[in-house]
């Protein structure tokens, strides 16, 4: 049954809800994190986990749960996300130790493994006159972006005012209201049995997604543990092979890898991926940078990074009302270029030490990445059937959490390395000044040579990861330019038909 004008704009506030608290979670702790460290006696191992446990178990299960959805109801597993979830925030807000803290972190992640893609199939599912659509999923994707801007600064907010616990304490009155919201006003439960979901199948997505997690991770980390990444590509590179020879054998696979032949889902898959490691990339280095070097506060320095979000809105909401007389092709393409371009406004900005420009730069990169985004998620959810909706919103969640951990893998230890390599501190230095500018601001005792020596590595560490985001952006908007070619104004779904 088709839902009222009202009941669609209803049901997207309430899953936009759903995902704006999926998204600030994987960002809330940034802030946050040193203040549990020292709450909890967290060791470092401990704190990395913190941080991880989160993206890593939401990255294993997000191809499966989507699968799940088309077979059960998207509907049902958004309500049993959204239930996990608040329990897990209740469990974590509480934790009194360490290791209850991560483990209450992986369940959060098994609710938003469940919600997420439910979120998209709804919008999928619900708006049937294709503007709608493009509209609705626009607004989806936008808060992608404004949820990863957010969360710094809620961190930020909330620990100024109560205790750790309420970082986690805040989803809670969040989802009961969507849980109520979603039982009044989201479409009936639209089961479908005969959709086989294959465990053996989701076993061996999440061996391989978890397994190339940990193997991106550790091989990133300076010193490495060379068995982790064995064992890490090992498992990737098993769980790999595995799963794509039963997919090939299976009647309904868990995937159908035909789906990427189209290449409007392609390009929105790879823009997503793109669009996140920009984000998660320049949120890092330059929330680091401003704190360590310019001395400010987390809340602070989220507050700056917010500009990529504030950038973002207009030209995801404007480029999902009007894609379907502007096409794909300048909007993802076009979009990731225009990023591109603020990067290197910012990094100008910084060497000429004028904060204006460095926040135009922030405004200009969010206004590409925002275009790019929102139509991003209606070339992967318009380029398959219906009955694929949870299948398409799950590939595309697993490409967001892949941009953004290689993002903080990646681009984090580069920066590391550049400082470690050009450091160049007085004689008589302080042996972990050579470690990071955090090492050295902490053993310098005041001494402006070797606080002046370390920011200045620092500096060349942010000026070579920027560089790099900019270089990576450019070869996003080339590759999903071409992908495009052929994809002018209403063209954007093309809806793929197989034999499945």
């Keep these: 049954m088709s839902l009222s004008k009202r009941q669609r704009w209803g049901l997207l506030a309430t899953v936009a809800a759903g995902l704006l608290l999926i998204t600030l979670d994987n960002s809330i702790l940034y802030t946050a994190l040193p203040t549990l460290v020292e709450e909890l006696g967290a060791s470092g191992s401990q704190s990395l986990w913190i941080i991880n446990a989160y993206p890593v178990v939401m990255a294993g299960l997000l191809l499966g749960s989507g699968t ?13 996300g959204l239930v996990v979830f608040g329990l897990a925030s209740l469990g974590a807000a509480f934790a009194p130790s360490a290791g209850l803290l991560i483990a209450a972190r992986a ?13 998209l199939a709804l919008i ?18 936008s808060l992608a972006v404004v949820g990863a801007a957010l969360g710094p600064i809620v961190g930020g907010v909330l620990l100024e005012h109560f205790w750790w616990g309420s970082v986690f304490l805040i989803n809670v009155p969040v989802v009961i209201v969507a849980l109520v919201a979603a039982m009044l006003i989201a479409p009936a439960n639209d089961p479908d049995p005969s959709k086989r979901w294959d465990l053996i199948s989701s076993v061996q997505a999440m061996v391989a997604l978890v397994g190339a997690v940990f193997f991106i991770k550790e091989l990133a980390h300076s010193p490495q543990n060379w068995v982790i990444v064995g064992a890490g590509l090992v498992a990737a590179v098993v769980g790999s092979v595995l799963f794509a020879r039963r997919q090939r054998r299976l009647e309904q696979p868990l995937l159908e890898f035909s789906i990427f032949r189209n290449p409007a889902f392609s390009a929105g898959v790879l823009a997503a991926a793109f669009s996140m490691f920009a984000i998660g990339g320049s949120q890092l280095v330059t929330t680091q940078r401003y704190q360590l070097v310019e001395g400010f506060t987390p809340l602070q ?9 504030i950038g973002s809105l207009p030209t995801a909401l404007l480029g999902g009302a009007f894609l379907h007389r502007i096409g794909l092709l300048p909007l993802i393409a076009g979009g990731l270029a225009v990023a591109s ?11 000429a030490d004028v904060f204006g420009v460095l926040v135009a730069g922030l405004l200009v990169t969010g206004a590409g990445l925002g275009g790019a985004m929102s139509v991003a998620s209606t070339a992967i959810v318009g380029n398959v059937p219906a009955r694929r909706a949870g299948m398409a919103s799950s590939v595309e969640e697993v490409s967001y959490e892949f941009g953004s951990l290689t993002a903080v893998a990646l681009l984090g230890s580069l920066l590391t390395f550049v400082y470690t390599t050009t450091v160049r501190l007085p004689a008589g230095a302080p042996e972990g000044a050579h470690e990071s500018l955090s090492d050295a601001l902490a053993v310098a005792g005041g001494d402006r040579a070797i606080i002046e020596a370390a920011s200045s590595a620092f500096d060349t560490g942010f000026l070579v990861t920027m560089i790099i985001l900019a270089v990576v952006l450019a070869v996003g908007a080339a590759v999903t330019g071409r992908l495009l070619r052929h994809h002018g104004p209403g063209t954007q779904s093309q809806a793929f038909s197989g034999n499945h």
Excluded: K, Y
């Design 341 to 351: 371009l603020g990067v290197v406004v910012v990094i100008i900005g910084v060497q």
């Design 68 to 80: 799940l959805g088309d077979r059960i109801g998207h509907r049902r597993m958004f309500l049993i």
């Design 107 to 119: 369940v959060l992640a098994v609710g938003a493994a469940a919600m997420m893609p439910a979120t």
């Design 124 to 141: 999928r599912v619900s708006f049937e006159v294709e503007r709608e659509r493009n509209f609705a999923i626009a607004v989806w994707g």
């Design 301 to 309: 320095a989220g507050l700056l990074v917010a500009a990529v979000a």
